[in-house]
């Protein structure tokens, strides 16, 4: 069994800064890419960044220069420093990877449950 565990959410003011986690835990072989999706009320999930098992990153053009992505192999844990935060960043955080499980040694997706992230104006 694998999880995924987001952390880090919370009510911040704009201009503020959060730092979200996302640790895998279970029976794990490899974790592939890992990605950042955030969805805001009544809105369709959107991703906001995402790394490569060898460390490439994107960003949706709304974020770029102010989060950054990165992850911790040895730890199994994805993290999202978000740094200048305004109002219109405010949703649920979702975590997502591509693990490959010991148990099944299969490629499947798996989500996290969310954390949510509120910015004040």
């Known amino acids: 069994q694998v999880q995924l565990v987001e952390s880090g959410g919370g009510l911040v003011q704009a201009g503020g800064s959060l730092r979200l986690s996302c640790a895998a835990s279970g029976s794990i072989?490899?974790?592939?890419?890992?990605?950042?999706?955030?969805?805001?009320?009544?809105?369709?999930?959107?991703?906001?960044?995402?790394?490569?098992?060898?460390?490439?990153?994107?960003?949706?053009?709304?974020?770029?220069?102010?989060?950054?992505?990165?992850r911790d192999d040895a730890k199994n844990t994805m993290f999202l420093q978000m740094n200048s935060l305004k109002p219109e960043d405010t949703g649920a955080y979702y975590c997502h990877a591509g693990i490959v499980s010991t148990v099944t040694k299969a490629y499947q997706n798996y989500w996290g449950q969310g954390t949510q992230v509120t910015v004040s104006s």
Do not use: C, P
């Open 29 to 70: 072989l490899s974790i592939n890419t890992m990605t950042w999706y955030r969805q805001a009320l009544g809105k369709q999930r959107e991703l906001v960044a995402q790394i490569t098992d060898g460390g490439h990153t994107f960003y949706v053009e709304s974020v770029k220069g102010r989060f950054t992505i990165s």
